[in-house]
């Protein structure tokens, strides 16, 4: 059967497949991403990867790849979590196959419209090592003038608050993304401040509050300027279900007081949202050059 290659570049994890044009994984398995190592030997680790899915792919076509930060067709544009600027297409992987670049968070929302259903205007909203948007308005996902919509994760929420690392102070993913609420609580994971906070713990019950009030202020504010019919949280924080989407929905209907909340609902697609994007990625390249 033929496949894509897909790989989806995450800040801790990478995740890579063999997607059919149906949206079937045909395959699927996770490596660390070695960020510490520096952003040379993710773009390696990513070549590798790569080839190693060639090679147990009967017919592949193409290469789809999913990674953060500013994206363009053709390069890697700049990413705080791996730290790379201007990375060429062709730096990441070695193939003869036609390879397809985009954005991650644009192209798991893209994949959550395609086999997750909705439409209209939403908002993806994967949080885990950090936290962007894939902006969908009429249906279509949108990158903006420079390919920078969707960066909600640098909105400043408390703007002399806590520093990221993009330079600005008080973003939204200093205080709610999973690897921050790690960070505040002291932990490896945020399911162990989620299971903490779930039992009444003083600390934990703390840390969660003060992301889901983050959170919320940042929503509030695309609400007011955007009007998404749809919220859709994905990423591993979205494993945590009501426990976060409850106080979630309380505290943002608060924020709204002349209109009503958006609805807002965990990812029909998970954690594999983003891998699903980048076998979209490239079939619809494919596609493009064929046609």
Same mark, same amino acid.
């Given at each position: 059967?033929?496949?894509?290659?897909?790989?989806?570049?995450?800040?801790?994890?990478?995740?890579?497949?063999?997607?059919?044009?149906?949206?079937?994984?045909?395959?699927?398995?996770?490596?660390?991403?070695?960020?510490?190592?520096?952003?040379?030997?993710?773009?390696?680790?990513?070549?590798?990867?790569?080839?190693?899915?060639?090679? &147990?792919?009967?017919?592949?076509?193409?290469?789809? $790849?999913?990674?953060?930060? &500013?994206?363009?067709?053709?390069?890697?544009?700049?990413?705080?979590?791996?730290?790379?600027?201007?990375?060429?297409?062709?730096?990441?992987?070695?193939?003869?196959?036609?390879?397809?670049?985009?954005?991650?968070?644009?192209?798991?929302?893209?994949?959550?419209?395609?086999?997750?259903?909705?439409?209209?205007?939403? $908002?993806?909203?994967?949080?885990?090592?950090?936290?962007?948007?894939?902006?969908?308005?009429?249906?279509?996902?949108?990158?903006?003038?420079?390919?920078?919509?969707?960066?909600?994760?640098?909105?400043?929420?408390?703007?002399?608050?806590?520093?990221?690392?993009?330079?600005?102070?008080?973003?939204?993913?200093?205080?709610?993304?999973?690897?921050?609420?790690?960070?505040?609580?002291?932990?490896?994971?945020?399911?162990?401040?989620?299971?903490?906070?779930?039992?009444?713990?003083?600390?934990?019950?703390?840390?969660?509050?003060?992301?889901?009030?983050?959170?919320?202020?940042?929503?509030?504010?695309?609400? &007011?300027?955007?009007?998404?019919?749809?919220?859709?949280?994905?990423?591993? $924080?979205?494993?945590?279900?009501?426990?976060?989407?409850?106080?979630?929905?309380?505290?943002?209907?608060?924020?709204?007081?002349?209109?009503?909340?958006?609805?807002?609902?965990?990812?029909?697609?998970?954690?594999?949202?983003?891998?699903?994007?980048?076998?979209?990625?490239?079939?619809?390249?494919?596609?493009?050059?064929?046609?």
């Amino acid at each position: 059967m033929k496949s894509v290659i897909a790989i989806d570049v995450g800040g801790t994890t990478m995740k890579g497949g063999l997607v059919a044009e149906d949206g079937r994984l045909l395959h699927e398995e996770r490596r660390p991403t070695p960020r510490a190592d520096g952003p040379e030997r993710v773009v390696a680790e990513i070549s590798r990867f790569a080839a190693d899915l060639q090679a &147990l792919a009967a017919s592949p076509v193409a290469v789809g $790849l999913a990674v953060p930060g &500013l994206v363009t067709a053709t390069h890697a544009v700049y990413s705080a979590a791996i730290g790379w600027r201007d990375v060429p297409k062709a730096a990441f992987t070695d193939t003869e196959l036609p390879v397809a670049l985009g954005h991650d968070v644009r192209a798991a929302g893209d994949a959550e419209l395609t086999f997750g259903g909705g439409d209209g205007e939403v $908002l993806y909203l994967p949080i885990g090592t950090g936290i962007a948007g894939a902006v969908v308005l009429g249906g279509v996902p949108y990158g903006g003038a420079g390919g920078w919509a969707g960066q909600i994760g640098h909105i400043p929420v408390w703007p002399d608050g806590l520093p990221c690392s993009c330079g600005q102070r008080g973003c939204l993913g200093a205080y709610a993304s999973a690897s921050a609420v790690a960070r505040a609580y002291g932990v490896e994971s945020a399911a162990q401040v989620v299971d903490a906070a779930a039992q009444g713990e003083p600390r934990a019950v703390r840390v969660w509050e003060q992301a889901v009030e983050a959170l919320a202020v940042a929503l509030a504010t695309y609400t &007011l300027m955007l009007d998404p019919r749809r919220i859709v949280i994905g990423g591993g $924080l979205s494993l945590a279900g009501e426990h976060l989407l409850a106080p979630l929905r309380e505290r943002l209907a608060a924020r709204l007081a002349f209109r009503a909340a958006p609805e807002l609902a965990a990812s029909a697609l998970g954690t594999r949202a983003g891998l699903l994007g980048a076998g979209l990625l490239g079939w619809r390249y494919t596609s493009a050059v064929t046609t």
